[in-house]
């Protein structure tokens, strides 16, 4: 895999401290507050909404975390909030797409764009790489719910574009028009997934040496400390070797 996964699988090897899972929270509440605050609170007449309680779940927040994040937006006493979508580039001429939500537009600009001088990238201008990825529905369930043959004729079956099968999981990729009824039939089918969201999928990726790779994956994990970034996704591929070297 590359990539955001490839980075995912990393810090999912690492473990979690409780000021990163504190954190990881937080973003989660955040998502859950505007995404009931811009739609209906109810999770099963808005998708977003759904998605970001997904997400929490996997993550293991409690219900009535999940259930405060949302009356946080019913009350009309939550934050506004905008978001805003970054691109640049990193090491190694990587691509690199930033998502944010943001209650201070200049703070998170400025914070963003440091942070990506720091770390050997730079900041560009909105759709600088963005045609580089498609920005697609994704729904992902355990390795354990089907086997790949399975998984594959299913969601094919559900209207899915692609399927990426292995030992960490399936994942699903869908286009706009199709997203919510392939994942809403691959539920009914294996139980609720582990993720359902909108990401940004490199078309192509491109292959970076260990240092450059040391140096990309040090740039994502800063940007993800941040806190009102929200996801990440850049189109890099490297070595297994380094994988398991940054891993233990």
């Known amino acids: 895999m590359a990539g955001h996964s490839q980075f995912k699988n990393i810090m999912h090897r690492k473990g979690r401290q409780d000021a990163v899972k504190s954190k990881l929270f937080g973003k989660l509440a955040r998502e859950i507050t505007v995404s009931a605050k811009l739609g209906l609170p109810d999770p099963t007449m808005n998708p977003r909404l759904r998605a970001a309680i997904i997400a929490a779940r996997a993550e293991n927040m409690t219900k009535d975390t999940i259930e405060r994040a949302i009356k946080k937006a019913m009350g009309g006493d939550a934050e506004s909030y ?87 999981g399936h994942e699903i990729y869908a286009s706009h028009d199709h997203f919510r009824d392939v994942a809403k039939a691959l539920e009914a089918k294996y139980g609720e997934p582990r993720k359902v969201a909108l990401v940004w999928r490199p078309q192509n990726t491109v292959s970076v040496d260990d240092d450059s790779g040391e140096k990309v994956l040090k740039l994502i994990e800063t940007l993800n400390e941040h806190d009102d970034v929200q996801n990440v996704y850049a189109n890099f591929e490297i070595s297994d070797a380094l994988v398991a070297k940054m891993s233990a």
């Open 82 to 168: 905008d978001e805003i979508r970054y691109e640049g580039y990193g090491p190694g001429g990587i691509a690199i797409i930033v998502e944010v939500l943001t209650d201070n537009r200049n703070r998170t600009a400025s914070d963003v764009r440091s942070t990506f001088a720091k770390n050997g990238g730079n900041l560009a201008e909105t759709g600088a790489v963005s045609f580089m990825f498609e920005h697609v529905g994704l729904v992902e369930f355990d390795a354990k719910v089907a086997s790949a043959d399975d998984m594959l004729d299913a969601a094919i079956e559900a209207g899915a574009d692609d399927v990426q099968s292995s030992e960490g």
